[in-house]
């Protein structure tokens, strides 16, 4: 059952119904069997409580970000129009990956998992960045994912080296 319960089925029981030999009450296994059942239960309810929250968040999240949006394009012409902007355009990138936690948690898409060569990857997400960044590969690496999401990552953390990162030469 723990096996089950770690693979994603948080329906898995010890003593299910369908099993080929029911646990009787009187077994002191069956104590253990109700124990772990009570505790797949609540792990169960807390997990899709905090999807829900997830969900609920990412599309508040969103429907606030699309009013401000529209209200930013009505602000006149200029640098404070511009600052509003770039910063509703900087919450889009972290409501779009709460969106697609939620969406993956609920199972409503699906990964497409992948072998992939790293360094191609991460060659051309730093082009596409428009950063002056260099990739320097020093081994090859293949990693199984899903190419989509792992270009993101890549694309995080170059924006995010950017942003927070000290220039240093070496």
């Given at each position: 059952?723990?096996?089950?319960?770690?693979?994603?089925?948080?329906?898995?029981?010890?003593d299910d119904p369908r099993a080929a030999r029911p646990v009787r009450a009187?077994?002191?296994?069956?104590?253990?069997?109700?124990?772990?059942?009570?505790?797949?239960?609540?792990?169960?309810?807390?997990?899709?409580?905090?999807?829900?929250?997830?969900?609920?968040?990412?599309?508040?999240?969103?429907?606030?970000?699309?009013?401000?949006?529209?209200?930013?394009?009505?602000?006149?012409?200029?640098?404070?129009?511009?600052?509003?902007?770039?910063?509703?355009?900087?919450?889009?990138?972290?409501?779009?990956?709460?969106?697609?936690?939620?969406?993956?948690?609920?199972?409503?898409?699906?990964?497409?998992?992948?072998?992939?060569?790293?360094?191609?990857?991460?060659?051309?997400?730093?082009?596409?960045?428009?950063?002056?960044?260099?990739?320097?590969?020093?081994?090859?690496?293949?990693?199984?994912?899903?190419?989509?999401?792992?270009?993101?990552?890549?694309?995080?953390?170059?924006?995010?080296?950017?942003?927070?990162?000290?220039?240093?030469?070496?």
């Open positions: 059952m723990a096996r089950r319960i770690s693979a994603g089925d948080l329906d898995a029981r010890v009187q077994d002191e296994v069956a104590i253990v069997a109700g124990a772990l059942d009570a505790m797949a239960s609540t792990l169960q309810r807390k997990l899709q409580t905090e999807q829900r929250f997830t969900a609920d968040v990412a599309h508040e999240l969103r429907t606030r970000l699309t009013g401000l949006s529209a209200a930013a394009e009505l602000l006149p012409p200029g640098r404070p129009a511009e600052l509003v902007r770039d910063r509703v355009r900087a919450m889009r990138a972290p409501t779009e990956d709460l969106l697609e936690i939620s969406r993956l948690d609920a199972r409503t898409e699906q990964v497409d998992l992948a072998a992939h060569d790293l360094a191609p990857v991460a060659e051309r997400v730093v082009r596409a960045s428009g950063t002056d960044t260099e990739v320097r590969v020093t081994s090859a690496a293949r990693v199984e994912t899903d190419r989509r999401r792992l270009e993101r990552v890549i694309g995080s953390l170059v924006a995010n080296a950017h942003r927070h990162g000290a220039l240093r030469w070496c």
